[in-house]
């Protein structure tokens, strides 16, 4: 691969996490880089107990690193009080889990619009944006179905959507076709990354499918508490 000539919108730079209880200090990240660039697909393959939600977390903002920095479209995060960051988050950041968390008594195109209305977008165009992303995703004979009235990829793509509605710049999403059939799984798969690619997005996506990642643009994973790249 190149050397990008941007800088990466999604940096961690020696980040370390642990964990104190009464008898112990568990380190789960001693130390990990990772540098993610615009439009560039980056998939976290790790077993469970490495440390891969920990990643995610603090990648997302969820977690503070106990040391390190993590850097978000060249802002550093780790001192922010919980104000800046839930900024960053709500703006900055979108999310994709494996449940779908969609909220069942609204349409697909209300889904899509609350994250920007919470955002402060009116009414008007955040219903105009969620309709052409989830049209551009496949689902505009969806709109005015609610989650029940949708299959399981139908309901992942409506996640997606909600996910970039604000026009974050970083994409986080973990096992996000974990609950779908192997053919499923992929159509959603590969419009994840298709969008990535359309968009600019800096995705990290946490899989344990590994024909899936590997046509993502780079493999990583977590080894004693240091993200190695993978071949």
Same mark, same amino acid.
């Given at each position: 691969?190149? *050397?990008?000539?941007?800088? #990466?919108?999604?940096?961690?730079? %020696? ?11 568990l380190e789960i990240i001693r130390g990990a880089d990772l540098a993610i660039w615009p439009g560039q697909s980056v998939a976290l393959i790790a077993p469970s107990g490495t440390g891969k939600s920990t990643?995610? &977390?603090?990648? =997302?903002?969820?977690?503070? #690193? ?12 780790? !001192?922010?009080?919980? %104000?800046?960051?839930? +900024?960053?988050?709500?703006? =900055?950041? =979108?999310?994709?889990?494996?449940? &779908? ?5 609204? /349409? ?10 919470? =955002? ?6 955040? %219903? ?6 989830l049209r551009y995703l496949g689902l505009g004979e969806r709109l005015t179905h609610r989650p029940a009235e949708l299959s399981g990829g139908e309901q992942q793509r409506v996640a997606l959507a909600r996910? $970039? ?11 996000? /076709?974990?609950?779908?059939?192997? $053919? /499923?799984? !992929?159509?959603?798969?590969? *419009?994840?990354?298709?969008? $990535?690619?359309?968009?600019?997005? +800096? +995705?990290?996506?946490?899989? &344990?499918?590994? !024909?899936? +990642?590997? @046509?993502?643009? @780079? @493999?990583?994973?977590? @080894?004693?508490?240091? $993200?190695? !790249?993978?071949?």
């Amino acid at each position: 691969m190149s *050397t990008p000539t941007t800088d #990466p919108v999604l940096f961690l730079w %020696k980040v370390e996490r642990r964990f104190v209880d009464a008898e112990q200090t568990l380190e789960i990240i001693r130390g990990a880089d990772l540098a993610i660039w615009p439009g560039q697909s980056v998939a976290l393959i790790a077993p469970s107990g490495t440390g891969k939600s920990t990643l995610l &977390h603090m990648a =997302g903002l969820l977690e503070r #690193p106990d040391k390190g920095e993590i850097y978000v479209a060249g802002q550093a995060t780790a !001192e922010l009080d919980d %104000k800046a960051r839930t +900024a960053i988050r709500r703006n =900055g950041l =979108g999310f994709v889990y494996q449940a &779908h968390h969609l909220l069942p008594e609204f /349409t697909a195109l209300e889904n899509v619009m609350l994250p920007q209305m919470i =955002g402060g977008l009116d009414r008007t165009e955040a %219903k105009l944006r969620s309709a052409d992303l989830l049209r551009y995703l496949g689902l505009g004979e969806r709109l005015t179905h609610r989650p029940a009235e949708l299959s399981g990829g139908e309901q992942q793509r409506v996640a997606l959507a909600r996910a $970039v509605a604000n026009r974050p710049r970083v994409l986080l999403a973990d096992e996000p /076709t974990g609950n779908l059939d192997p $053919v /499923t799984s !992929e159509r959603v798969f590969m *419009t994840l990354v298709q969008l $990535v690619k359309a968009t600019g997005l +800096a +995705a990290l996506v946490a899989t &344990h499918n590994l !024909e899936l +990642a590997r @046509r993502m643009d @780079r @493999r990583v994973t977590i @080894r004693d508490g240091l $993200v190695v !790249e993978l071949p």
